[in-house]
């Protein structure tokens, strides 16, 4: 099993420019998430998906989308990229099934808009 | 929601047991707690949890205080890969659906391993 993959690993956009980060899991998993992680900081949730064919904000949702494209794969847009949005994002996955609801973690996309 | 508070670095020297604090006063009687730490340059991964008793598994032990306001993570042995960001978080299972039931992270705990 990879568990929770993201593409890319790293990418250079510049002010305006719009990007799709990938995300999939292998696990079998209902619920998927966005997240981002500024310097020094904890996670903030951007966006999450209970299950196939629901999405809901999270903590800091503007200026991103997502699609629930199945239930393996969950994916973030940054229509018009701003600096603000230069951070680090991962991607996780849990079964809403399992009582503790543990959350897996992809490696992460580093994203940089100049 | 219940907050909980870390203290912002620690050092141990490899080999040597550390104890990692939180501290969560307002923990209500449902909410489990939970730890996740981040390698570097790496996502979070779960560590364990618990409720009233401690618990114990291949990574760690959690110690958890008789009137739960604090908690206590212990790695019995650390070594160099042990280094990472340590996260406390409460989490209430009655609220693991929608937005309640996401992770909250606070800055947690950066530790550092001496060879």
């Known amino acids: 099993n990879a568990g929770v993959t993201q593409t890319p690993k790293f990418?250079?956009?510049?002010?305006?420019?719009?990007?799709t980060l990938q995300c999939a899991q292998d696990m079998n998993h209902n619920s998927m998430y966005w997240y981002r992680q500024d310097p020094g900081m904890g996670l903030r949730l951007i966006y999450y998906s209970a299950s196939e064919g629901t999405t809901?904000?999270?903590?800091?949702?503007?200026?991103?989308?997502?699609?629930?494209?199945?239930?393996?794969e969950f994916s973030l847009r940054l229509e018009s990229a701003a600096p603000s949005q230069t951070s680090v994002y991962f991607c996780a996955s849990s079964d809403i099934r399992g009582i503790f609801h543990t959350q897996y973690?992809?490696?992460?996309t580093r994203l940089t808009v100049l | 929601d219940a907050k909980t508070t870390q203290p912002n670095s620690m050092e141990s020297n490899e080999e040597e047991p550390v104890h990692l604090p939180c501290n969560h006063s307002t923990i209500s009687g449902t909410d489990y707690i939970h730890w996740y730490r981040q390698l570097p340059s790496q996502g979070p991964e779960y560590v364990i949890h618990g409720l009233t008793s401690n618990v114990?598994?291949?990574m760690a032990s959690l110690a958890i205080a008789e009137d739960r306001k604090s908690s206590t993570l212990i790695l019995h042995r650390a070594t160099l890969r042990d280094a990472a960001v340590?996260?406390?978080i409460l989490r209430d299972p009655l609220n693991y659906?929608?937005?309640?039931?996401?992770?909250?992270?606070g800055k947690g705990t950066?530790?550092?391993?001496?060879?």
């Not at chain 1, 809901?56 to 393996?72: A, C, H, M």
């Open chain 1, 56 to 72: 809901d904000k999270g903590e800091v949702p503007n200026g991103y989308n997502v699609s629930r494209l199945n239930k393996r």
């Open chain 2, 97 to 105: 659906g929608g937005s309640q039931g996401n992770l909250i992270f």
């Open chain 2, 110 to 115: 950066k530790l550092s391993v001496k060879p």
């Open chain 1, 11 to 19: 990418q250079v956009l510049k002010t305006g420019q719009s990007m």
């Open chain 2, 56 to 58: 114990n598994n291949r």
């Open chain 2, 86 to 88: 340590y996260y406390c």
């Open chain 1, 105 to 108: 973690f992809g490696p992460g």
